[in-house]
């Protein structure tokens, strides 16, 4: 009996101890779990403020961006304003050099039909026919003047047009008339 004791008793110890060895064995893996918990905690709060600023960075930058896009919005608009008043301004200034050109060609009429007369009226035919004829060529250097000054309007015109239309593509306000 004793013996059977003493076994039970070796048996109790080997189970106990067995036991501590197990308990000892989950509280290291227990700490080491933690250590792991505290550890990819620590990771994820550093990935979780690296998305922070990374948020805010594009959101500070979609504002700007939005900001950018107003002010463009409104150049586009002040472009447009400047470009109808310019295309008004030389479009009058067309119609006065076509009224311009058409008094021009009137008075060549006149100083044609003058010429005319006074060749059939005057005695000094060569000396009248000369100074006419000067006044002809001034009248007609007038007119070239109206209808190269004409032309000139009618290419700023275009040029404002097309710088206007390149200015639309481009995003910028390439020229400001």
């Given at each position: 009996?004793?013996?059977?004791f003493?076994?039970?008793k070796?048996?109790?110890e ?10 000892d ?5 227990l700490?080491?779990?933690e ?5 990819e905690?620590?990771e994820?709060k550093k990935?979780c403020?690296?998305d922070?600023?990374?948020m805010y960075?594009?959101r500070?930058?979609?504002t700007?961006?939005e900001s ?5 919005k409104?150049?586009v ?9 310019v295309?008004?301004e030389l479009?009058?200034r067309i119609?006065?050099?076509d009224?311009d ?6 008075e060549i009429?006149?100083?044609k039909h003058?010429?005319f007369e006074?060749h ?7 000396t009248y026919?000369?100074?006419e ?6 009248a007609?250097?007038?007119r ?16 404002a047009r097309?710088n206007?239309?390149?200015s639309i593509h ?6 400001r008339i």
């Amino acid at each position: 009996m004793k013996a059977k004791f003493l076994e039970e008793k070796a048996s109790f110890e080997k189970e106990r101890k067995t036991e501590e060895w197990g308990r000892d064995g989950l509280k290291t893996k227990l700490h080491a779990a933690e250590e792991l918990i505290l550890k990819e905690r620590t990771e994820w709060k550093k990935i979780c403020d690296n998305d922070n600023r990374r948020m805010y960075a594009a959101r500070t930058k979609i504002t700007n961006l939005e900001s950018e896009v107003a002010t463009l919005k409104g150049n586009v608009e002040e472009l447009n304003a400047d470009r109808e008043r310019v295309e008004v301004e030389l479009r009058a200034r067309i119609v006065n050099k076509d009224k311009d050109l058409a008094a021009k060609d009137v008075e060549i009429g006149e100083l044609k039909h003058s010429l005319f007369e006074a060749h059939e009226k005057s005695e000094s035919l060569e000396t009248y026919l000369v100074a006419e004829k000067v006044r002809a060529d001034i009248a007609e250097e007038a007119r070239r003047a109206a209808n190269e000054a004409r032309n000139i309007s009618t290419s700023a015109l275009n040029v404002a047009r097309n710088n206007y239309a390149g200015s639309i593509h481009c995003g910028h306000a390439c020229l400001r008339i």
